[in-house]
């Protein structure tokens, strides 16, 4: 079988070796007689995966001994709801960094729940940039920041994060996670749908310093409250098992490819084939990015007669490969590099843009 080369942006193209190693265990896991999807969340083998998959994550991320690990459901989404439920306190407020789809969705959450400062608005430059994070001002009062490190519809990425002193930092990874080390230790919480890097959609990744607990809101009903989840090791209800138990043959797999150190040096080399590309084609293509914040996971470009975007799409396709349009908000091209995506594939991206210029300038 010829695999189409996936540039979707989530859920997205995952590590033919792990889809294999799924397939050869979802019948009978390991020589237990059962799949893994069949078992108890409770003891037995689902336990033994989850605190190994766990510990796949304090490894390859290196997070402090005072952080909460776990996985919830609900999408990346349900915490932009959980985040001002549990942090935002009466008489207190929230910073929000307002820097496009995801971030923004995010803000108009929190503001149906209590206070919030909008720290930075992209929107006079269209969400095209960043703020530098030493412009950042922060509330006298502020219960957290929150920032996106990774637009995926915008194609816009954090270099540095800002220092925000004592004041909780929270952080939306979902379409960067584990593709470049992070210092955990400078984030209150980082989190993150799986579907973008990790696995198939059904968990959200949750690594929270622990004493964020103490900076709750009370009688939060039990699913959407952190101490909840912290508690029972995200084990309060049923886990999504197969998301989870997928996140960890794909922690295994980075393991193997050189850790996130790894993921980081390939994306950046990835990545730098496809703007080249861009940057060397005489104004055929362009960036609508401020390239000091070009994302090395989504790549967002345009054709500069824009009447060749559909074409363009079409020839990609008759290519076997899928997921090129940009989102249906913001239109154009955009192309998902992810760590699970073979280089020979962005390799086979850039010479079909280069031949695409080539017989269409
Ligand atoms: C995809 C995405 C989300 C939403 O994730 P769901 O799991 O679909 O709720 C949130 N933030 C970012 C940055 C994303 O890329």
């Known amino acids: 079988m010829e695999r189409k080369k996936n540039y979707f942006a989530g859920p997205c193209v995952l590590p033919v070796e792990v889809l294999k190693e799924v397939e050869k265990n979802i019948v009978d896991y390991q020589g237990n007689g059962l799949s893994m999807i069949e078992a108890s969340h409770r003891g037995g083998m689902f336990e033994k995966m989850y605190d190994e998959c766990i510990a796949l994550v304090r490894e390859l991320y290196s997070v402090p001994e005072d952080y909460d690990v776990y996985f919830l459901g609900g999408g990346a ?20 960094a307002m820097t496009g789809v995801w971030a923004n969705k995010a803000t108009e959450d929190a503001i149906k729940l209590g206070r919030v400062n909008v720290i930075f608005d992209g929107k006079d430059s269209k969400y095209s940039t ?12 502020s219960s957290y920041v929150y920032i996106c490190a990774n637009e995926t519809i915008g194609g816009l990425e954090w270099k540095e994060y800002p220092d925000t002193g004592n004041i909780p930092l929270i952080c939306d990874m979902s379409s960067n996670y584990f593709s470049q080390p992070v210092p955990v230790e400078k984030f209150s919480m980082i989190y993150g749908g799986v579907q973008k890097n990790l696995g198939p959609a059904g968990a959200t990744l949750i690594i929270m310093k622990k004493s964020m607990l103490d900076r709750r809101n009370e009688n939060i009903p039990a699913y959407l409250d952190y101490g909840r989840h912290s508690k029972e090791k995200g084990l309060y209800n049923t886990p999504p098992v197969f998301s989870i138990w997928v996140v960890k043959l794909v922690l295994e797999w980075i393991k193997a490819n050189g850790g996130v150190k790894g993921m980081y040096d390939r994306s950046l080399i990835t990545s730098g084939m496809i703007y080249d590309v861009i940057d060397n084609s005489n104004n055929f293509y362009y960036s609508p990015v401020d390239a000091r914040f070009r994302s090395r996971m989504n790549i967002c470009f345009r054709i500069r007669n824009q009447e060749l975007e559909a074409k363009f799409l079409e020839e990609a396709k008759n290519n076997g490969m899928l997921g090129l349009k940009g989102h249906r908000s913001v239109g154009g091209l955009r192309a998902s590099l992810y760590n699970s995506l073979p280089t020979s594939d962005v390799e086979f991206l850039r010479d079909f843009m280069i031949k695409f210029e080539k017989e269409n300038s």
Request: charged fraction near 20%; avoid cysteine; glycine fraction near 4%.
């Open 77 to 96: 989404t349900l915490q932009f709801t959980m985040i001002p439920f549990n942090f935002l306190k009466k008489n207190t407020t929230a910073d929000y």
């Open 130 to 141: 960043l703020p530098e994070p030493g412009s950042l001002r922060f509330s006298d009062d």
